[in-house]
C-alpha cells in the first residue's frame, strides 16, 4: 500500500477551510482521527462559515484522512448541525463512505425539539417554594400510609384482615430470634462504655460501686431500648424497604392489590407487629447483657465484688424504669417497622429507587425514635416518673 | 352505593371503554378511548413503545386512576365503583398476568397459586392442593410445586403467573406483554396455551403486545394505540387491519415497517 508508511506514524488530524472562487466553502481534512491527538478547533471554521456573504455550502474533501473512529464523525455531524442553522448545505461527497453512512443514519430522524430537557437552576423563592410543596406532599404521604396501618390493624383486631398469623410468626423469627447475636454484642458493649463513663469519675470518691447503680438505670431506662431500636433499624427496617422496594419493582405489589387483598394487611401489618412483639423482648434481653457488661467492668477493673455488684443493681432496680424502657422499645418497633414499610411502599421503579428506599427506611428510623425518645424524656419528666 | 347508572348496552360486549383520558398530572398520555370487547375474544391492545399500552391495562384493572371516562365489565361500571366493590370484582372475575410474571418470590409455586384460594375460595386444603396442581398441570408445569420463582426460567415464570391468574376460574384474563423476553418457541407455546384456555374456559382474553406473530396468531379483535396522536388510530380484527387499513401507521406496524406485503392478501 502506497500510505502504508503514512498509518504507521499517526499525523496530527487537521483542517483547513478557504472560500473558492464558485462561492463554496471547501473544508480540506487531513491527518488520523482516532483521539489520539487534540481535535483541531470547529471555532474558526464555524466563524469564516456564518461571516457573510455567507458561501453557497461547504464541501468537505477528507481524501488526506488516514485512520478516523468516531471522533471523526462526531466532528463532522458537529460541523454539519451548525451549517444547518446557518443555512448553509453541506456536500459529503468527499468522506469516506463509513462517514458517510454513520451521518446519514444519523440524520435519518429529525431531532425532537421538545425532547431536550431542561436544566435551568430555579430561582431561590422557587426552589423553596418546590422543596415546600415535596415536603407538604411526604407529610400527606406519610399521614396516609399511617391511616392504611391503622384501619389494617382494626380489621386485624376485629378478625377481618387478610394477614396470617404464620407471616407474622415468620417476622418475629426473622426480626428477633434472628438479631439476637448482635443484639448481645452491642448491649454489652454499651454496658462496658457506661461503666467506663461511671468509673472514671466515681473513682475519686471511692464511690466505685454506684456504677452498678449507674449501669442499671442508664441501660433499663434509656439505652437498652434505643440500641435495640437503632440496631432494628439498620438491620430489620432496612430490610423491609429492600423487600416491599424490589416487590414493588417486580409489580408483586400491584398482583396482590389486583387480587383483592390489601398489600397493607397482607406485607405491611404482620411486619410492623412482628417488630412490636419482639422488641420488648429484645430490649428486656439487651437490658440483662448491658447490667453483665458493667458487671465485667466492676469486677475485672473496679475489682467490686460481683456479689456487692449484683445487690447494688438490685437496689437501683425499680419497676417503673424497668417498665418505661420496655414500652419504649414496643414504641420504637412500632416506629421502625411503619418507616421501613412506608418507604418500601414509596418505592419508584428502578434498582436504584429500592436503594434510596433502603437509605430513607433507616434515616427515618433513626430520626422519628430519636423524636420520640426526646418527647417521652419531656413528658415523664412533666408527669414526675 | 349499589344504583350504577346504567350504561348504553350493546349486544354480548363484555367490556366497554368509553372516553377514557388517561393522563399523568397535566402530561395527557392518551385521550378519547372508546372500545368495544366480546365477550370470548382475544383482543389486543397495539402500539409502539411508549404508547400506552400497559398504562390502559393498568388502568382497566384499577392501579391508575383516569382522568375521564368509563370502563364497563358487563353492567358493572367499574369506574364509579368503590375500592372494596372493586377488589370483589377483580377477585371474582379477573386473572391477571404481569410483564414480569410478578410471582411473589417468597412463596413456592405452589404457594403463589394457593394464595388466592385460601383466601377467597373456601375449600378445604385438600381440595386446595388438587386445584393446585391441576393449574400446574394445565400450563405444564406439574411437578413443580416445590420450587421458587426465581429457581425456574422466564418462561416457566410466566406460565406458572398465568395458573396463578386462573386459579380462581375467571372470565377476563388480562395479559401485559405475554411474550416479552421469551424466545421464539416459548412463546409460540405461550401463544397456544392462550388459546387453548380461552376455549376450554370460555374466557374473554385482553392482551398487551407488540409482537407480530402472537398478534396475527391469536387475536380476533383489538385496537392500536399511536403515541404522536396520542389515541387510538384502528380497531378490529389485526389480519383484517392489516389487509385493508388505510392508516400508514396501522400498515406500517403490521407489516414491519414495510409496505403492505402479499403476506395478508
Known amino acids: 500500500m502506497a500510505n502504508g508508511e503514512a498509518q504507521a506514524v499517526p499525523q496530527e488530524p487537521r483542517a483547513a477551510g478557504q472560500r473558492t472562487t464558485g462561492g463554496a466553502y471547501a473544508i480540506s481534512l487531513s491527518g488520523d482521527w482516532t483521539g489520539k491527538f487534540p481535535l483541531p478547533q470547529l471555532g474558526s471554521l464555524l466563524e469564516e462559515i456564518s461571516r457573510p456573504p455567507r458561501p453557497s455550502k461547504v464541501v468537505l474533501d477528507a481524501r488526506g484522512v488516514g485512520a478516523w473512529n468516531s471522533s471523526f464523525v462526531g466532528y463532522i455531524f458537529d460541523l454539519q448541525t451548525h451549517c444547518t442553522e446557518f443555512q448553509v448545505a453541506v456536500e459529503r461527497n468527499l468522506l469516506p463512505d463509513g462517514v458517510a453512512r454513520l451521518i446519514a443514519l444519523a440524520d435519518a430522524v429529525p431531532e425532537k425539539t421538545d425532547a431536550r430537557v431542561s436544566h435551568a437552576r430555579d430561582g431561590f423563592f422557587a426552589g423553596l417554594g418546590k422543596k415546600t410543596i415535596a415536603a407538604v406532599d411526604a407529610a400527606a404521604m406519610l399521614f396516609d400510609f399511617l391511616g392504611l396501618l391503622s384501619i389494617a390493624f382494626g380489621r386485624f383486631v376485629s378478625g377481618r384482615a387478610r394477614t396470617r398469623i404464620a407471616d407474622v410468626f415468620e417476622q418475629m423469627q426473622a426480626c428477633g430470634a434472628d438479631a439476637l447475636p448482635i443484639v448481645s454484642l452491642i448491649s454489652f458493649l454499651v454496658g462496658v462504655i457506661l461503666a467506663f463513663m461511671g468509673a472514671v469519675e466515681l473513682e475519686r470518691f471511692g464511690a466505685s460501686i454506684y456504677v452498678a447503680d449507674l449501669v442499671a438505670i442508664g441501660m433499663l431506662r434509656e439505652m437498652g431500648a434505643m440500641m435495640t431500636a437503632i440496631i432494628m433499624a439498620g438491620r430489620t427496617g432496612a430490610s423491609f424497604a429492600a423487600q416491599l422496594g424490589s416487590m414493588k419493582v417486580a409489580q408483586e405489589i400491584d398482583a396482590l392489590s389486583t387480587m383483592g387483598i390489601s398489600p397493607v394487611e397482607f406485607l405491611c401489618l404482620p411486619r410492623v407487629l412482628a417488630l412490636c412483639l419482639m422488641m420488648p423482648i429484645l430490649c428486656i434481653y439487651s437490658d440483662l447483657l448491658g447490667i453483665a457488661g458493667g458487671a465485667f467492668i466492676g469486677s475485672v477493673m473496679l475489682h467490686v465484688a460481683p456479689r456487692a455488684y449484683f445487690h447494688e443493681t438490685m437496689s437501683a432496680f425499680t419497676m417503673s424504669d424497668f417498665t418505661i424502657g420496655v414500652v419504649k422499645a414496643a414504641i420504637y418497633g412500632v416506629l421502625v417497622g411503619f418507616a421501613g414499610c412506608l418507604r418500601g411502599f414509596e418505592c419508584g421503579n428502578s434498582s436504584s429507587a429500592v436503594g434510596y428506599a433502603t437509605t430513607s427506611a433507616v434515616v427515618t428510623s433513626i430520626v422519628m425514635i430519636v423524636v420520640a425518645c426526646g418527647i417521652s424524656a419531656f413528658i415523664l419528666n412533666l408527669v414526675g416518673i | ?265
Open chain 2, 1 to 265: 352505593m349499589a344504583e350504577q347508572t346504567p350504561a348504553p348496552r350493546e349486544r354480548d360486549s363484555h367490556i366497554r371503554v368509553r372516553n377514557l383520558t388517561i393522563a399523568f398530572g397535566s402530561y395527557v398520555l392518551m385521550h378519547d378511548v372508546s372500545f368495544d370487547v366480546h365477550r370470548g375474544d382475544i383482543f389486543v391492545i397495539m402500539g409502539g413503545s411508549g404508547c400506552g399500552k400497559s398504562t390502559l391495562l393498568r388502568t382497566m384493572v384499577g392501579l391508575k386512576e383516569p382522568a375521564k371516562g368509563d370502563i364497563y365489565y358487563g353492567d358493572f361500571n367499574f369506574t364509579a365503583a368503590t375500592e372494596e366493590q372493586r377488589g370483589a370484582f377483580l377477585r371474582r372475575s379477573c386473572g391477571i398476568s404481569y410483564q414480569g410474571g410478578a410471582l411473589w418470590s417468597s412463596m413456592t409455586l405452589a404457594e403463589n397459586v394457593a394464595l388466592p384460594l385460601t383466601e377467597f375460595s373456601g375449600y378445604s386444603a385438600a381440595e386446595i392442593r388438587r386445584q393446585v396442581s391441576l393449574k400446574l398441570a394445565l400450563v405444564g408445569l406439574r411437578g413443580f410445586e416445590d420450587y421458587y420463582p426465581s429457581q425456574i426460567s422466564g418462561g416457566m415464570q410466566k406460565r406458572a403467573a398465568l395458573a396463578r391468574a386462573m386459579a380462581l376460574d375467571p372470565e377476563i384474563l388480562f395479559f401485559d406483554e405475554p411474550s416479552a423476553g421469551l424466545d421464539p418457541i416459548s412463546s409460540y407455546r405461550l401463544d397456544r396455551l392462550i388459546l387453548e384456555l380461552r376455549h376450554s374456559l370460555q374466557a374473554t382474553v385482553m392482551i398487551v403486545t407488540h409482537e407480530l406473530p402472537s398478534i396475527f396468531a391469536i387475536a380476533n379483535n383489538g385496537i392500536m394505540l399511536d403515541a404522536e396522536t396520542r389515541t387510538m388510530i384502528a380497531q378490529g380484527d389485526p389480519k383484517v387491519l392489516a389487509a385493508t387499513s388505510k392508516d400508514p401507521k396501522v400498515i406500517e406496524f403490521l407489516n414491519r415497517g414495510q409496505e403492505r406485503t402479499q403476506r395478508h392478501a
